[in-house]
């Protein structure tokens, strides 16, 4: 077992080949990137994309997070990149048997069987850095057993390598967005998420942040039953919500404002976001209630960066360029001038616009998803003239949680009063008393602070 647990470990043979089977696609890309631009030709960014997406497509990892990251990032890869990264499959092929009797053996011990009342030998879902496993507590709860792959360290490390070099080719020919400190978020964000033990607590921190909140449901560890690599949780039931888009509208607007409860309240009263609202890591119960499943990708915020998003709300409503500017430094842009902040702005009260009138609309009230993707495109041409933007790195995981949030308000078509919802949890915000809450939850919960 002990050998086991140290082969799992980031080793240079692993990442040599992971390099082998990445590197060779990221290659040739480099090569047809230096060809063109040496012989003066474009590069047909959507043939060579679904060239990439059909090669990488077999491997489990973190590639496939990292798709789904950046997809609803704007403008940090080409849009025929994302769409074609989008269809890596977040449903990969499970792991046979065999690799699952020796994983458990692994983490529990050779008589791991008899720790459970029961354990299914086929995966009840599989996904990018592991698959999770039916199984019955002693005392008869139901469980969900997350098992990760083996080598993940070594694929994280590999991909975060070959991610890189694309950010870096991208950026020779478009200069409108620096993606530096999007890459290292990524990479700080994919090695927490190797950590089932850290995912325990954040999970324990969200149990304890989400208490009153009787819309949202959060599974209980066993830790006599978790490891680092193995995460044994109580089993929620529920439906993948795109099952519910056929509800009455009463139905789709509870779903909605659950889920808009589960990502906000724990951000604007602890200063802490899940930062992957994607499909798979939530399923909606019969009564609308949401269960959150997946707490990998938590990030904790200082409480004046919480205060400037507030800020940069009453900013856009007062039309107060100068708490506007404040609000963009705190988050850790420079060197912005008066062109700059104008084009941010436009980004800024496309995602503000809900929240700035006080009535009952669709959460896309202004034309649609083509008017954001028009916004999108032109931000992102007035940010190339301008020379460029570094958006910092806190950024990322905020701008996901309100397009991956925004897009499943879109399919849900909820018709909410989406400014009372905000001011219902930032009337009464204090940056002193969400530091004293922020703490805490934190200590409740085993989490270190760590901005």
């Given at each position: 077992?002990?050998?086991?647990?140290?082969?799992?470990?980031?080793?240079?043979?692993?990442?040599?080949?992971?390099?082998?089977?990445?590197?060779?696609?990221?290659?040739?890309?480099?090569?047809?990137?230096?060809?063109?631009?040496?012989?003066?030709?474009?590069?047909?960014?959507?043939?060579?994309?679904?060239?990439?997406?059909?090669?990488?497509?077999?491997?489990?990892?973190?590639?496939?997070?990292?798709?789904?990251?950046?997809a609803t990032v704007p403008d940090v890869l080409p849009e025929e990149y994302v769409?074609?990264?989008?269809?890596?499959?977040?449903?990969?092929?499970?792991?046979?048997?065999?690799?699952?009797?020796?994983?458990?053996?692994?983490?529990?011990?050779?008589?791991?069987?008899?720790?459970?009342?029961?354990f299914s030998r086929d995966a009840a879902a599989a996904a990018s850095l592991g698959q999770v496993h039916r199984a019955v507590a002693p005392d008869g709860r139901p469980l969900a057993c997350k098992i990760q792959y083996p080598d993940m360290a070594s694929a994280v490390e590999a991909d975060l390598k070959q991610l890189k070099l694309v950010f870096s080719l991208y950026r020779q020919y478009d200069k409108a967005i620096d993606p530096s400190q999007i890459?290292?978020?990524?990479?700080?964000?994919?090695?927490?998420?190797?950590?089932?033990?850290?995912?325990?607590?954040?999970?324990?921190?969200?149990?304890?942040?989400?208490?009153?909140?009787?819309?949202?449901?959060?599974?209980?560890?066993?830790?006599?039953?978790?490891?680092?690599?193995?995460?044994?949780?109580?089993?929620?039931?529920?439906?993948?919500?795109?099952?519910?888009?056929?509800?009455?509208?009463?139905?789709?607007?509870?779903?909605?404002?659950?889920?808009?409860?589960?990502?906000?309240?724990?951000?604007?009263?602890?200063?802490?976001?899940?930062?992957?609202?994607?499909?798979?890591n939530y399923s909606v119960r019969p009564d609308g209630t949401i269960n959150l499943l997946d707490f990998g990708c938590i990030r904790v915020f200082r409480p004046g960066f919480v205060e400037a998003v507030i800020d940069l709300y009453k900013a856009l409503r007062d039309e107060d360029e100068a708490l506007a500017v404040h609000a963009y430094e705190t988050w850790g842009f420079k060197d912005l001038d008066q062109e700059m902040i104008g084009v941010l702005n436009q980004w800024a009260k496309f995602l503000y616009?809900?929240?700035?009138?006080?009535?009952?609309?669709?959460?896309?009230?202004?034309?649609?998803?083509?008017?954001g993707?028009?916004?999108?495109?032109?931000?992102?041409?007035?940010?190339?003239?301008?020379?460029?933007?570094?958006?910092?790195?806190e950024f990322v995981l905020m701008d996901r949680a309100a397009i991956g949030l925004g897009s499943v308000f879109t399919h849900l078509n909820a018709e909410i009063n989406w400014h009372r919802q905000f001011h219902d949890l930032i009337d009464a915000f204090e940056a002193e008393k969400l530091a004293k809450r922020q703490k805490e939850a934190l200590e409740t919960a085993g989490v270190p602070l760590a901005y």
């Open positions: 077992m002990a050998e086991e647990r140290t082969s799992e470990k980031s080793t240079m043979g692993g990442r040599v080949k992971r390099y082998a089977r990445v590197g060779g696609t990221v290659g040739g890309l480099a090569a047809r990137v230096a060809g063109n631009r040496l012989f003066g030709f474009e590069l047909d960014k959507g043939i060579h994309a679904a060239e990439l997406q059909a090669a990488l497509g077999g491997l489990k990892g973190p590639l496939m997070k990292v798709a789904q990251i950046l769409t074609e990264l989008r269809k890596l499959q977040t449903n990969a092929p499970p792991m046979g048997w065999a690799f699952v009797r020796r994983r458990m053996g692994a983490e529990l011990g050779p008589d791991w069987q008899d720790r459970y009342r029961d890459h290292l978020e990524l990479s700080e964000r994919l090695r927490e998420e190797l950590d089932y033990a850290r995912e325990a607590r954040n999970m324990a921190l969200y149990r304890h942040m989400l208490a009153d909140e009787d819309g949202v449901q959060v599974p209980e560890v066993l830790d006599e039953l978790s490891t680092d690599r193995l995460l044994s949780m109580t089993w929620l039931d529920g439906a993948p919500l795109m099952e519910q888009l056929e509800g009455d509208l009463e139905f789709r607007n509870r779903i909605a404002l659950n889920m808009f409860r589960a990502w906000y309240v724990p951000f604007y009263f602890y200063g802490v976001i899940h930062g992957d609202p994607h499909l798979g616009g809900p929240l700035l009138k006080d009535q009952v609309q669709t959460i896309q009230d202004n034309g649609g998803v083509m008017y993707a028009g916004v999108a495109a032109n931000v992102h041409k007035e940010l190339r003239r301008l020379g460029g933007v570094t958006p910092p790195r």
